[in-house]
């Protein structure tokens, strides 16, 4: 199983970078939506438009670059996988994938959006943290409805519909805490909230190892 997940995830980064239009029309996507929100806002002064802003961006990106993970595999490569990989191999490489584009586009964002926005973070190591999980958890559990929704013709559509109010515990646990780095907190302060967002990200994992193998076999 080693193997096939290591074969499955250079298989997703080699499609990437043969398709280059796909991680070039995301990383366009953040780009332009904080450039329009810099146009829009201009200077922010208040931390907390600031934060809610800023993850507000993420999400749309998190859907964007995760949804492709099976909503665009054709059913011709999907049976080709069914006879070439077990199933858990397959989500777990398709999890890693997404957790390693969703860290990247994490921080990113962050680069992208603290030139044009300023920034209000006073605790570094809070705020990264929170960022990395948060990219855990978002490419965890947008993983898990993409896999869900390819089953089903407007997969795209349901989709979005499932992601919105499924993500919003985790995305207002982020907002929190993420609130906290940007003002006078401590890792201490700010340890129970990372406990949940760390069990957000982890049980969507856990449901997908467990349900994933009965949903790729219908």
């Not at 749309?60 to 006879?83: H, I, M, P, T």
Request: charged residues 10%; aromatic residues 12%; proline residues 3%.
């Amino acid at each position: 199983m080693y193997r096939e997940i290591i074969n499955l995830i250079r298989k997703d980064v080699l499609l990437e970078l043969r398709q280059r239009y796909a991680l070039n029309g995301i990383l366009l996507y953040v780009l332009s939506t904080v450039f329009v929100a810099y146009l829009s806002f201009g200077r922010i002064v208040e931390p907390a438009t600031w934060n809610a802003l800023f993850w507000i961006i993420m999400l749309f990106a998190a859907v964007n670059a995760v949804s492709k993970s099976f909503v665009q595999e054709s059913a011709g490569r999907q049976l080709y996988y069914f006879n070439l990989a077990a199933p858990l191999s397959i989500i777990i490489s398709k999890t890693i994938y997404n957790v390693m584009l969703m860290v990247m586009l994490s921080m990113l964002n962050l680069l992208i959006f603290s030139l044009l926005m300023d920034q209000f973070i006073q605790n570094w190591a809070v705020f990264t943290l929170t960022l990395i999980l948060g990219g855990v958890g978002l490419a965890s559990l947008l993983t898990m409805i993409a896999a869900i929704a390819s089953r089903t013709n407007n997969n795209f559509s349901l989709m979005a519909v499932l992601s919105f109010p499924i993500v919003l515990p985790l995305l207002l646990t982020l907002m929190k805490a993420s609130q906290q780095a940007l003002g006078a907190t401590t890792l201490a302060d700010s340890a129970g909230l990372l406990l949940v967002i760390l069990l957000l990200s982890l049980l969507p994992a856990i449901l997908s190892v467990l349900l994933f193998p009965y949903l790729w076999q219908d």
